[in-house]
C-alpha cells in the first residue's frame, strides 16, 4: 500500500513570495490533515477535511494560508504571501475516517529567507 | 483543552542500555494516547497506542509504554537501545468522544551513544 505523497520534498523562497504543497493519501482515507512544525517543535494542526469539507481551520492564519481538498482526494496548501516565521516542515497525514490512526507523509522543508 | 508535556528535550543513553521517555498529559476526559517517532528528514510514524484496556502497551521495535491514569502519564520504554533508535520520540492525546484534534508535545530527542 502506498503512503501519503507529499512535493515539493523541500522549497526555499524569499518573503512576500508565494508557495504551494501538494499532498497525496493513503487511497480511501477520508481524512487528510495539514500540520506545521517549527523546529524544535511538535506538529500544530493547521487544518483538516473530512473528504472535501472542511472540519477544523481554527489555527489556519487564514489571512496568507490557504488549502483545499478539491474531489476528496488531493490537497494543496498555499501561503501567498510568505512571512520568515513561516519557515517550517508542513506535514500531511491522512486517516481512514476522523479519529483513526493518522499515517504521515515525509513532509516539505519551507525555508523563507 | 488538552495538553501534552515532555519534559526531557534531549536524552543521551549509552547503547544497549534501558530508556524511558517520560509524557503527562493533562484533559478533564477520557484520552487516546500515542507515541510517534520521526528519524531525520521523515514524517512521523505511529509507535504504539493506547485506546482502552491493558494499560501496558507494546508497540513497534522492541518499545512498550505504560498508561497511568491517577498520575496522568504514558511513559515509553525499551530495555536495550540501538544506534538506529536514534530520532525524536513525540506524544500525543486524543479526547475520546466526538470530534477532537490530536495534541502533539514538543518531542524528545533520544541521542544513543555508541
Known amino acids: 500500500e502506498a503512503g501519503v505523497a507529499q512535493s515539493p520534498r523541500y522549497k526555499i523562497i524569499e518573503k512576500r513570495q508565494s508557495v504551494a504543497f501538494w499532498c497525496n493519501p493513503i487511497?480511501?482515507?477520508?481524512?487528510l490533515y495539514w500540520y506545521q512544525q517549527i523546529l524544535g517543535q511538535g506538529p500544530k494542526l493547521l487544518i483538516q477535511?473530512?473528504?472535501?469539507?472542511?472540519?477544523?481551520d481554527s489555527q489556519l492564519p487564514k489571512d496568507r494560508f490557504s488549502a483545499e481538498r478539491l474531489k476528496g482526494v488531493d490537497s494543496t496548501l498555499k501561503i501567498q504571501p510568505a512571512k520568515l516565521e513561516d519557515s517550517a516542515v508542513y506535514l500531511c497525514?491522512?486517516?481512514?475516517?476522523?479519529?483513526?490512526?493518522?499515517?504521515f507523509g515525509p513532509g516539505t522543508r519551507l525555508t523563507v529567507t | 483543552a488538552q495538553s501534552v508535556t515532555q519534559l526531557d528535550s534531549q536524552v543521551p543513553v549509552f547503547e544497549e542500555a534501558p530508556v524511558e521517555l517520560r509524557c503527562n498529559y493533562s484533559?478533564?476526559?477520557?484520552?487516546?494516547l500515542f507515541w510517534y517517532v520521526q528519524y531525520p528528514n521523515q514524517g512521523l510514524q505511529l509507535l504504539l497506542k493506547?485506546?482502552?484496556?491493558?494499560?501496558l502497551v507494546k508497540g513497534i521495535n522492541g518499545f512498550e509504554a505504560e498508561f497511568n491514569k491517577s498520575q496522568t502519564s504514558f511513559h515509553l520504554r525499551k530495555p536495550s537501545v540501538h544506534i538506529s533508535d536514534t530520532a525524536e520520540y513525540f506524544c500525543?492525546?486524543?479526547?475520546?468522544?466526538?470530534?477532537?484534534?490530536?495534541?502533539f508535545g514538543t518531542g524528545t530527542k533520544l541521542q544513543v551513544i555508541p
Open positions: 497525514a491522512s486517516s481512514s475516517t476522523l479519529g483513526n490512526e493518522q499515517y
Open positions: 484533559s478533564s476526559v477520557s484520552v487516546y
Open positions: 487511497s480511501g482515507h477520508a481524512t
Open positions: 500525543a492525546v486524543l479526547l475520546r468522544g466526538g470530534y477532537q484534534k490530536v495534541t
Open positions: 477535511f473530512q473528504n472535501n469539507g472542511v472540519v477544523d
Open positions: 493506547y485506546l482502552s484496556g491493558s494499560t
